[in-house]
């Protein structure tokens, strides 16, 4: 089974919608952590937590927002979703030395 | 804003050559790590360096910390179509638990 697994892979929706993206892990690190994938322009983080009543904003949090529901479990959510959202959505956890491991991604369509 | 810029954007080769992605900063890092991802997936870890001048090897993948620590090569010789994929190298500052990734080599090894 895979150690960082991502629901729903694949997701299109419509601009003003609410959407959930989920994530869990099985490999007991506190880190955890939100990307998108944009091309050409690498990974950029959306929201990052250390353990579970820890939360911060990256680069780029603007209309998202995060819910660490246990050591195991952190969800994306895009309050209203708008077609410049449309990316691949990458959860990741962090091990003490700093290494993440990458979920398999979700790709997002916003029309 | 901390950048790392990586270089070349997009490779293409023909198996049994040699190439070189290079991965540069003006930050000082505390460590640098490369992770390869291929279409539909998500990044995986290849290598940490955490020490000023480091090399690393994986079969015929060499890694290169520089001496400031502020960047980073990655030699793959006698590529093999196996090898294509996305690279991107990453970057932590201080004990931040973040990294900073750059924007990724998409290399493509022809048979």
């Known amino acids: 089974d895979a150690d960082v697994t991502q629901t729903p892979r694949n997701r299109i929706t419509k601009t003003g919608k609410r959407i959930m993206l989920e994530c869990s892990q099985t490999?007991?690190?506190?880190?955890m952590y939100w990307y998108r994938q944009d091309p050409g322009l690498g990974l950029r983080l959306i929201y990052y937590?250390?353990?579970?009543?820890?939360?911060n904003k990256g680069e780029i949090s603007d209309g998202y927002s995060v819910s660490r529901q246990a050591q195991a479990k952190f969800s994306l959510s895009l309050e209203s979703a708008i077609p410049n959202q449309t990316a691949l959505y990458f959860c990741?956890?962090?091990?003490?030395?700093?290494?993440?491991?990458f979920g398999p991604g979700t790709r997002l369509t916003v029309t | 804003t901390q950048l790392l810029e990586q270089s070349p954007q997009f490779l293409s080769i023909q198996e049994g050559e040699n190439l070189t992605v290079y991965c540069n900063s003006s930050?000082?890092?505390?460590?640098l790590q490369w992770y390869r991802q291929e279409p539909g997936e998500g990044p995986v870890l290849l290598v940490t360096?955490?020490?000023?001048?480091e090399v690393k090897k994986l079969k015929r993948l060499t890694f290169q910390f520089g001496d400031a620590r502020k960047d980073s090569s990655l030699h793959i010789t006698a590529a093999q179509p196996g090898d294509t994929g996305l690279y991107l190298c990453?970057?932590?500052?201080?004990?931040?638990?973040?990294?900073?990734f750059g924007q990724g080599t998409t290399l493509q090894v022809k048979p």
């Open positions: 990741a956890t962090g091990d003490p030395i700093g290494e993440q491991y």
């Open positions: 490999k007991g690190h506190d880190r």
């Open positions: 937590s250390f353990d579970v009543k820890d939360i």
């Open positions: 930050s000082v890092f505390s460590s």
């Open positions: 360096v955490v020490t000023g001048g």
């Open positions: 990453a970057g932590e500052t201080g004990n931040t638990g973040k990294l900073i």
